[in-house]
């Protein structure tokens, strides 16, 4: 059984950082790419960040871009989302996810990927 675990949220103020871990578990997990999403009160998931395994291609949501990074430790199965000045609208739940194998390079989009973890809250207060 596969699993994603998210860890490193918490409270932090504006123009603060925070360092979010998603590690994979399971034997039978393989996948092409991960991604961080997010869901504040009130509002739709939205795309935060992805990354490809193999090659370390990422990706980021316009609205992070210029302030967080993503990357992976292939071998701990583990992706972080490092998130540098941090803005109040940036509080949500922040989710990570895998996907299962190459299924086109929309990493935006929710429904490619299978596996998500529980959640992990980020606040940031201003």
């Known amino acids: 059984q596969v699993q994603l675990v998210e860890s490193g949220g918490g409270l932090v103020q504006a123009g603060g950082s925070l360092r979010l871990s998603c590690a994979a578990s399971?034997?039978?997990?393989?996948?092409?790419?991960m991604a961080w999403f997010r869901q504040a009160p009130g509002k739709e998931r939205e795309f935060v960040a992805a990354?490809?395994?193999?090659?370390?291609?990422?990706y980021l949501g316009d609205s992070v871009k210029g302030r967080f990074t993503i990357s992976r430790d292939m071998n701990k199965k583990t992706v972080f989302l490092q998130m540098n000045s941090l803005k109040p609208e940036d509080t949500a739940v922040y989710y990570c996810?895998?996907?299962?194998?190459?299924?086109?390079?929309?990493?935006?989009?929710?429904?490619?990927?299978?596996?998500w973890g529980q959640g992990t809250q980020v606040t940031v207060s201003s």
């Open positions: 996810a895998a996907d299962v194998g190459y299924s086109g390079g929309d990493y935006y989009r929710q429904n490619k990927y299978i596996y």
């Open positions: 399971g034997r039978t997990f393989s996948s092409y790419a």
């Open positions: 990354i490809t395994w193999g090659g370390g291609a990422t």
